[in-house]
């Protein structure tokens, strides 16, 4: 099985030496415990390290904020994004529209990428507007005029269709993508929208606990469809250039 290696020391071993391509991956957590970092530090290292084109959708920061973030661990992400190796894109919530999607997948196939990020699934879900005519490309892509509901038809309910479609879609397009996804404290899910994490091939949860000790944040693979993954909460380090996985010895 040929894989997507992150280059983030001390992961790529959790997961049997990198994630199946074409997976899509959960990456969760609270605010707070370095799931943008995990997620820029992949499509970073696929450009850098690996030849790969990638792509980094942001619906919560500008552009600008996310290329003085990577300088504080040297990756200049500038001569990635020169040389075309590297997209990257902000997108504020009140210009997300229903071709969104459609515009990421399309400009994705054309560019020939290899790796996607979209920070934040959350984000987007909530704010993708699919209250549209059936005769919508993107809310007919989702119901056909055949499909026959019990009423109401929720919000619950479109956005959770609106997330089996985009994964859907995403695994069709063969591409390995990262989906970052916020949960709350208390919360027995590890999305937000409750359904992701099924339809997800792995989830990658993190975790932060201010404990007084040398880390506080840790790193566990809930689950990595087919391969074999380390299944031990592992100590996350925020090193000089960038994450670090440690062992729990």
Known sequence: MKKTKTGIPGFDK?????FPNGSVILVCGTPGTAKSLFSM???YNGSKMYDETSMYISF???????VNQAKQFGWHLEELIAKG???LRSIPVEDINHLTFEQIVQ???????KRIV???L????INAPVYYAIYDLFLRDMITQDSVFSPPITEEFLLKRFIYYLIGKLKKLGVTSILISEIGNDSSFLSRDTVSEFMSDGIIQMFFESMGGQYSRSLLVRKMRHVKNDEDIHPVEI???GLVIHDIK
């Open 118 to 120: 979209i920070d934040s």
């Open 41 to 43: 530090q992949f499509s």
């Open 60 to 66: 919560e920061q500008s552009k600008e904020d996310m």
């Open 107 to 113: 400009e994705a196939k054309e560019k020939k990428v």
């Open 14 to 18: 959790l997961v049997d030496g990198g």
């Open 85 to 87: 190796k590297l997209i």
């Open 122 to 125: 959350s984000t987007f879900s």
């Open 239 to 241: 090193s000089s250039k």
